[in-house]
């Protein structure tokens, strides 16, 4: 299995950077996986809820740990979510075009999370499925 198939093979994931506008990429992403099936958990620590599933400040809050995490953040704000998802043991980070850190990338790699942060969209790949 590829890195990608690895991601999409997980049970459980969480969105940094999902939002309640329905235009943004956040939301975009958690729709998708959410109308793929999966079981995906947001995460935004300025909203209570997005598309009527409770959001969650940061992985720590979460109910479970999450196997793999979708990143739409600015970088800095990336660095700060790779290491919360180090220390909570997340498995797979696919870091969407434009969150892509090269710090955050290294430590995750370190910590032996599967990467992904080449340029790939989940949007684009959901969508072919």
Known sequence: M????RFLASNTYAVAGASTRRE???NKVFRALLAS??????????QDEIEGHRAFAT???????P?????????VVTRKVVADAITAGVKHIWMQPGAEDEQASKA???AGINVIDDGSCILVLLARM
């Open 2 to 5: 590829n890195h990608i198939e």
């Open 24 to 26: 943004k990429y956040g």
């Open 37 to 46: 099936g999966r079981e995906v958990f947001p995460l935004n620590p300025a």
């Open 59 to 65: 992985i720590a809050d979460l109910p479970v740990v």
């Open 67 to 75: 196997d793999a995490l979708s990143i739409i953040t600015p970088p």
């Open 108 to 110: 995750a790699r370190d």
